[in-house]
């Protein structure tokens, strides 16, 4: 796809230009708020295919603007936070943000997110994927036929394995935080049952990881939640075909 216009919400004006420089020099599209009620009006007028939100804005709480956005766009929302926000950046992912960069951040940081982010966009442009199979390296997740394969030979799964796997699949390069994972896959969030999700997590994990120590499929945000990786060979959603009788 061609490059995506980004919208940057950041009130610091060291950061907003460590951002904008390197968006110039990757010849990115970009256009600037400085605060809450001017992003919410550049996102209306200018509909940014990207949008980079600093949580801390001086008008306006980040959280709210998501609200705002998720009410009518599935516009991909990066949020941008100190490393004193942790709650705020957790309850910015649940509230419908796709990603999160911390402060301090680095240039390649910057760019690996906007890549994901791009990658995500192009996935959301097929039709639904409940009745197709879903691709990523290796790994196979056949939605219409309920089975999952590694290298072609098919994985002995749980059914909360076989949940959290699609789950991560359907939101591939998108970080899910526990609250989300707890609540889509058992209906209700405890924090009491984080644990329990992370005993799930490794079988998983080691039922499709030929290293746990250096997982190549599912990435682990410590305290936040979990991540699908797309690995070197590309992501594919492949439509099912229905025989056809003579």
Request: charged fraction near 25%.
């Amino acid at each position: 796809m061609d490059k995506p216009l980004i919208l940057v919400v950041e009130d610091d004006r060291a950061v907003r230009s460590l951002v904008t420089t390197t968006l110039d020099t990757h010849d990115y599209k970009y256009i600037t708020a400085q605060n809450g009620q001017q992003a919410l009006l550049e996102i209306v007028s200018r509909r940014p295919n990207i949008i980079l939100l600093d949580l801390g804005l001086p008008d306006m709480d980040g959280i709210e603007i998501i609200k705002k956005v998720r009410s009518w766009s599935i516009v991909p929302i990066i949020v941008i936070s100190a490393r004193s926000e942790d709650k705020s950046k957790i309850e910015a992912l649940d509230t419908g943000a796709d990603d999160y960069l911390t402060k301090p951040f680095s240039i390649d940081e910057l760019l690996a997110r906007l890549r994901a982010t791009m990658r995500r966009l192009k996935y959301l442009e097929h039709q639904e994927i409940e009745d197709v199979v879903f691709t990523n390296g290796d790994l196979k997740v056949n939605f219409d036929s309920g089975c999952a394969y590694l290298n072609d030979q098919e994985l002995h799964l749980t059914p909360i394995e076989y949940k959290l796997l699609c789950l991560l699949a359907k939101n591939i390069d998108k970080v899910l935080t526990h609250n989300y994972i707890l609540k889509e896959v058992w209906g209700d969030v405890i924090q009491s049952d984080v644990p329990s999700l992370r005993v799930f997590m490794a079988t998983l994990r080691k039922k499709i990881e030929s290293d746990t120590t250096n997982p190549k499929y599912i990435q682990t945000h410590v305290g936040v939640g979990y991540r699908m990786l797309r690995v070197e060979r590309a992501v594919s959603y492949t439509h099912l075909t229905l025989p056809t009788i003579a």
